[in-house]
């Protein structure tokens, strides 16, 4: 089979054969299980390392910052950079700042929000905010969700960082960003725009962080309805992995597929290898 690069009008180039020049890849249940890292993704990531390709891993989680992150996943031996971690709280931050440079924002969030939004020149206030941006906590306060109900009522739009219902916790499911967006929706009638997975615009903002066209760039995920299905709306050649949430059995489920499936990511290290550019 070759791959001639021409590009007839009834002859699109298969993605298939471009060579990978970027990866993006999914953090919980591809590389750490909790704070424990999954077998072989402390090779993976350091295959990617050596490669001289470029990569990022990519996460919902908008508690912390990206420093936070590269400390807890170094915890788990597990050695990511700091600029190579994107989290959806650092895409908002992004996206509102394409948007509405300067805007002012209320902020129910953590850390990983508020310094995104700082940094991104955003003024946070409590009076009359052009935003509501809803990020995950493990502190909702009623009064919080109050304000944020009254500011919305009174005109401000509504930004949330992913639609996760629930998280993982070692003692069984915690309510996550999506839980709480649902309580404000009920409360004013009106729908968060959520930029995280499986918003095709966290994978397109990740790709142009790091300058990647998304012919020549894969995503690794453990799940079809977030991972899989975003990377294929951003166009990206997609690879599942079995050490998170969807079983073998469960993917013929979805009207859709990866480009790839493999048992983890232990199992992509002799592909990074094999195209990493000589
Ligand atoms: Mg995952």
Redesign the pocket.
């Known amino acids: 089979m070759s791959d001639t690069g021409a590009n007839q009008d009834d002859e699109p180039i298969s993605s298939e054969h471009r060579p990978v020049a970027c990866w993006l890849t999914?953090?919980?249940?591809?590389l750490v299980h909790e704070q424990r890292a999954i077998p072989g993704a402390a090779e993976f990531i350091a295959a990617l390392q050596r490669s001289g390709l470029r990569f990022l891993v990519l996460t919902n989680n908008s508690i912390f910052t990206a420093r936070d992150l590269r400390a807890r996943l170094l915890a788990s031996g597990i050695d990511v950079p700091e600029d190579c971690i994107w989290t959806s709280a650092l895409a908002t931050a992004q996206f509102l700042a394409e948007q509405s440079p300067g805007a002012s924002v209320y902020v129910i969030g953590e850390t990983g929000l508020t310094t995104a939004l700082h940094e991104a020149g955003f003024v946070m206030t409590e009076t009359d905010p052009d935003y509501v941006v809803l990020g995950e906590t493990r502190t909702y306060s009623f009064e919080a969700i109050t304000k944020a109900i009254r500011y919305l009522e009174r005109g401000s739009r509504f930004i949330a960082t992913n639609p996760d219902a629930t998280g993982p916790s070692a003692e069984g499911s915690l309510p996550a960003t999506g839980s709480v967006a649902a309580l404000i929706t009920r409360a004013t009638g009106l729908e968060p725009y959520y930029v995280g997975k499986p918003n095709p615009l966290m994978m397109r903002s990740a790709l142009n962080r790091i300058h990647a066209h998304s012919e020549t760039t894969v995503m690794v995920?453990?799940?079809m309805d977030t991972?899989v299905i975003a990377g294929i709306e951003a166009g990206l050649r997609t690879f599942l992995v079995l050490t998170?949430?969807t079983s073998v059995e469960r993917i013929s489920r979805f009207p859709y597929r990866p480009s790839q499936i493999v048992d983890s990511v232990a199992d992509l290290v002799d592909l990074v290898e094999r195209w990493a550019p000589s």
């Open positions: 999914d953090m919980d249940g591809v995920g453990d799940r991972d998170g949430s």
